[in-house]
T-cell receptor, first 112, second 115 residues
Framework: QKEVEQDPGPLSVPEGAIVSLNCTYS??????FMWYRQYSRKGPELLMY????GNKEDGRFTAQVDKSSKYISLFIRDSQPSDSATYLC????????????FGGGTRVLVKP | DGGITQSPKYLFRKEGQNVTLSCEQN?????MYWYRQDPGQGLRLIYY???????QKGDIAEGYSVSREKKESFPLTVTSAQKNPTAFYLC??????????????FGEGSRLTVL
């Protein structure tokens, strides 16, 4: 079993819909949680960063962490065609020297 | 503009050949990383370096080698010992060693295909 599980998709939604992405993990030591966005044939870029449990909002993006369930989510409101990309969750712990463990990524397609 | 430059973008190699992927950064970051990306498997760490002249193996170092002679440069050599080298290779850097807040800055990647 992988340490971080993420549905590969693709997830296809109409423009303006809410995109809901999630990851589950098995290592309870993880305490830093990130979402990266990767456009086709490009390197990933950091979207959201959350420490421990809770919610964080940045514009149309909301990240949630539920450490008790070992479950993190990313919501994209009012989705745009430019949001079409692969979204990777990543997490780390001090015990692992803060090295990131990535999920496999979910491909999202927002149709105009 | 500051950033990470990887070259070449696309590379074809015959079986049994070594190939070196270049990674240069002008962000003045201390730490640099090499990841491999395969479909559905996320990013897997090959090697990382926290300071010049020092580097550590990641999770899948077998068949790869690196050097860190300059702060700006972290080339990756894919040797003939790597059993399945066809993949997308990503170089990254971070301000502090061990990723800090987790913000890795990535290059645009190099796609290696073994014929």
């Amino acid at each position: 079993q992988k340490e971080v599980e993420q549905d590969p998709g693709p997830l296809s939604v109409p423009e303006g819909a809410i995109v809901s992405l999630n990851c589950t993990y098995s290592n309870s030591a993880f305490q830093y949680f990130m979402w990266y966005r990767q456009y086709s044939r490009k390197g990933p870029e950091l979207l959201m960063y959350t420490y421990s449990s809770g919610n964080k909002e940045d514009g149309r993006f909301t990240a949630q962490v539920d450490k008790s369930s070992k479950y993190i989510s990313l919501f994209i409101r009012d989705s745009q065609p430019s949001d079409s990309a692969t979204y990777l969750c990543a997490m780390s712990s001090k015990a692992a020297g803060n090295k990131l463990t990535f999920g496999g990524g979910t491909r999202v397609l927002v149709k105009p | 503009d500051g950033g990470i430059t990887q070259s070449p973008k696309y590379l074809f190699r015959k079986e049994g050949q070594n190939v070196t992927l270049s990674c240069e950064q002008n962000l003045n970051h201390d730490a640099m990383y090499w990841y491999r990306q395969d479909p559905g498997q996320g990013l897997r760490l090959i090697y990382y370096s926290q300071i010049v002249n020092d580097f550590q193996k990641g999770d899948i170092a077998e068949g790869y080698s690196v050097s860190r002679e300059k702060k700006e440069s972290f080339p990756l050599t894919v040797t003939s010992a790597q059993k399945n080298p066809t993949a997308f290779y990503l170089c990254a850097s971070s301000i502090v060693a061990s990723g800090g807040t987790g913000e890795l800055f990535f290059g645009e990647g190099s796609r290696l295909t073994v014929l």
